[in-house]
């Protein structure tokens, strides 16, 4: 059944015009001459969920910034998609949106065709149909409002008809995603038709980045978030126009064109002399930048800093791991306990938890293993398809009642 992208409010008159997250192939070919609008100067838009909390939680933000005028270069209002679960709308330029999609084609090898399997709510997906318009050819789209399947995603892979056209193809996923497409043999081979598959919106693991490239599948791993426009760093290597650095204190600098400019709420972009100060901690080692972790996801245990990324990746090394997420959790006598929430490998074998922190010894600090491991079905996910991890405490919280 057809479902027509709806107007949803307009908070401030001939300003933001807020629409119903385009999800399938008839809602996201009437979106896209709108979004060429928006980025040629018209008035800006922002895209909610046709449901669901988010959907609330935006529309909420948006009519408390109702009386704050709107600059006119502003082409989208994007919700943040941080792990606090609590979005911030950032303001994106049709300038540097289109200075990211063109960067990113040059990065790629070319214009080419894009496949959806993101939603429209987030940069990500929004990415993909700013660079379908700069490419000039309409995207596949995977239905976003469906759950993700292999089988799905298989399907709408054959629509973008590779094997017959002589431009390059390429499709944007998030790890859970890339994680299901290698199970299975089908979703490796629909893999095998992408010129370029860029993964992010939350950390991969060196597993999953190894498995992919050993199959033979053409990954290419992206840095970003929505104040830059999306990816801005593949592979480690910044994007044409793109300058990264590392400040003092370790966290991650990023210049560009295509920095937002900043958000809805009045609050200005974090700039330092031009450089946008993220909250991510990283380092550079050879021109190529490595991710360590979050500024915000250190827990004070014992007065021991602890890496909540780097407890992750060590977890996600170990046998039977197949999912990991790491969370403070308030303790009388340490002021925070570091909890491991995690999933099996496979459903056929069982993860013996209690074994867990002894697996990790040696591999982190002793003072950074976890005094808990929880092994749940599947971890909290925040709609970005990065670890909720808001949602990860109060899971441990109600198990231990």
């Excluded at 390059?168 to 299975?184: I, M, S």
């Amino acid at each position: 059944m057809r479902r027509n992208n709806a107007h949803v409010v307009s908070p401030v008159a001939g300003a933001l015009e807020v629409l119903d997250s385009p999800s399938n192939a008839t809602d996201v070919l009437s979106f896209l001459p709108r979004l060429e609008q928006a980025l040629a100067g018209s008035s800006p838009l922002m895209v909610v969920p046709r449901s669901g909390q988010l959907r609330e939680l935006l529309l909420v933000a948006v009519r408390s910034a109702a009386a704050r005028p709107i600059d006119d270069r502003i082409a989208l209002v994007v919700p943040t998609s941080g792990s606090t679960g609590v979005p911030r709308l950032a303001l994106l330029s049709g300038s540097a949106l289109v200075a990211s999609a063109d960067a990113t084609h040059r990065a790629l090898g070319g214009r080419g065709r894009w496949l959806l399997a993101l939603p429209t709510t987030h940069i990500a997906g929004l990415q993909v149909l700013v660079r379908s318009l700069r490419s000039g050819l309409a995207p596949a789209v995977l239905d976003v409002s469906e759950p993700f399947t292999v089988e799905r995603f298989v399907v709408a892979v054959a629509g973008l008809d590779a094997s017959t056209s002589e431009h390059p193809h390429y499709c944007a996923v998030v790890p859970t995603q890339l994680q299901r497409l290698l199970d299975d043999g089908a979703g490796i081979e629909a893999l095998w038709q992408l010129d370029a598959v860029l993964v992010g919106g939350a950390a991969v693991s060196p597993g999953l980045l190894e498995r992919a490239r050993d199959a033979g599948v053409p990954i290419v791993r992206t840095y970003g978030m929505t104040e830059t426009s999306g990816g801005c760093v593949y592979d480690g290597v910044p994007i044409d126009g793109v300058d990264v650095a590392v400040g003092d204190d370790g966290r991650v600098l990023i210049r560009g064109p295509v920095l937002f400019d900043g958000y809805l709420d009045g609050g200005a972009a974090a700039l330092a002399d031009g450089w946008f100060v993220t909250s991510d901690i990283g380092r550079i080692a050879d021109r190529v930048l490595s991710i360590e972790g979050r500024a915000d996801n250190v827990i004070n245990t014992g007065g021991v800093k602890v890496s909540a990324e780097s407890v992750e990746r060590a977890l996600l090394g170990l046998p039977g791991v197949r999912d990991a997420v790491v969370v403070g959790v308030a303790d009388p006598e340490w002021g925070e306990r570091v909890v491991a929430v995690v999933t099996a490998a496979s459903e056929a074998s069982a993860l013996d938890v209690d074994v867990v922190p002894e697996r990790l010894r040696g591999q982190v600090p002793n003072e950074w293993l976890p005094r808990t491991v929880v092994c749940v079905e599947a971890l909290p996910v925040l709609a970005s398809g990065k670890p909720d991890r808001v949602a990860a405490r109060r899971l441990v919280a109600d198990l231990e009642r």
